[in-house]
């Protein structure tokens, strides 16, 4: 079973995730949710919502550059089919995810800042610094909603620690237990959090270096 099966909450589909609870009539009412997939990449996982029953129109996708974005639909040959926004960014930059912000304030979908009802980060964490994560969960709850959830899978270790350099070779990347990634929720504001190591590790025993490290499956509501 994969990482995105493994994390994937009930939430995530079409029908339940657009069908909310009215607070002044007290009863089910219909509106679009909003979906982040920050990280996209190829946007395999945007694809997946897509055929989950997702409209484009209720996904947003961020990531630091837009050549893998751009491949995607080259290779999954939907390049006049595929519309949804992609937003050039990175949550680890505190100026990015401000009302200043004028790609997150007039997206196609509107203000982006406190409106996500689900925000994705798959493969993500584990490629930051310490701070650079802390920088990322904390701009994960300002995109979200109140009761919004951020989730996804990281790559992470039984014993919290640096790993191996940064993509830009200027720190150590970090990884997290899954006890140290959820008091980091707690800490940054979501009001309950879920890690949970996936079966079986990345790495065989004999390499002992890295035997501890395993997939990491989380999800915080704010």
Known sequence: MSAW???R???LTAEQSITQRSNTKGC???RPSAFQDVGACLGQDTRRLMADGWGQNQIVALDLVADYWKMGKVLFLD???MHVPLIVGSLTDEGFVSADNCYL????MGNLIGAADFLWAAAVLHVLS?????KFVTSAHLLLK???TFYGWTVGNREAGDWHTTPDGKAKR???SGESLRALFMQLGFSKATVEYTSGTMWTPDDSEERNIEHLCFSATK
Do not use: F, I, V, W
């Open 146 to 148: 109140p009761g919004g």
């Open 5 to 7: 099966q493994n994390s």
């Open 79 to 81: 390049e006049d089919r």
């Open 174 to 176: 970090y990884l997290h």
């Open 9 to 11: 909450p009930k939430a």
């Open 105 to 108: 304030r007039n997206s196609q």
């Open 130 to 134: 310490k701070a650079d994560c802390e």
């Open 28 to 30: 089910a009412t219909r």
